[in-house]
């Protein structure tokens, strides 16, 4: 079985404290260690060492990041985590500076992950309706997919070599929350990721 970290990116407020998060990270611990996998878990908000978050990343097979979007991104104590952390990581643990050559340095940015071999997921929840997003006649996402709205944390874990897995989303939590449904739906996501997920020798 494989090693798991799982970051709980939230930031509480006290009109939405992060329960339902906190919930997900404790249903994904408790779900995958009952698979035979182990488990790590951060919770950015309760403080953090980046050299040990760094060796952490590098441990892991998987990364989970689970946090709300807020404001079409992550919450600004995860945003926080990554500049601090993968910042420290850039010594070559997570990265080997941006992927281009002196005799090329036009080319290949964004390619020298040092993290190739590992695979990670978004774990999400929204405000936002499911019906909001991949619908072209919704106004405000236009058709995009919560992937696409996703697509800069695609891209950091991209930076660093990893491969993506199936992307979780729990939607209208704040309005309209069906938890036990996501929680149902959560556990089965879990299971069926991370009973098929293989991991390749870097």
Not at 53 to 80: C, L, R, S, Y
Not at 116 to 128: D, E, I, W
Not at 138 to 164: I, W
Request: aromatic share 12%.
């Amino acid at each position: 079985m494989s090693k798991i970290l799982i970051v709980n990116g939230t930031q509480p407020y006290e009109f939405a404290p992060g329960q339902l998060n906190a919930s997900l990270v404790e249903r994904a611990g408790n779900t995958l260690a009952a698979m035979g996998h182990e488990v790590r878990m951060t919770t950015v908000a309760d403080g953090y060492d980046a050299n040990s978050e760094v060796e952490a990343h590098v441990w892991a097979d998987t990364v989970i990041m689970q946090f709300p979007v807020n404001w079409m991104g992550v919450p600004w104590i995860f945003k926080k985590y990554m500049d601090e952390v993968y910042t420290v990581g850039m010594d070559g643990r997570l990265c080997d500076g941006d992927g281009r050559t002196t005799n090329a340095p036009k080319a290949n940015y964004g390619m020298g992950g040092s993290l190739h071999g590992k695979t990670y997921m978004l774990s999400v929840t929204f405000n936002a309706p499911k019906e909001a997003f991949d619908n072209p006649t919704e106004p405000f996402f236009a058709g995009a997919s919560v992937d696409d709205l996703l697509r800069p944390m695609h891209l950091n874990a991209k930076f660093f070599g990893m491969q993506a897995l199936p992307t979780f989303a729990a939607f209208d939590v704040m309005k309209n929350p069906e938890i036990e449904a996501d929680f149902a739906r959560f556990d089965a996501h879990l299971k069926t990721t991370f009973s098929e997920v293989e991991h390749v020798p870097a």
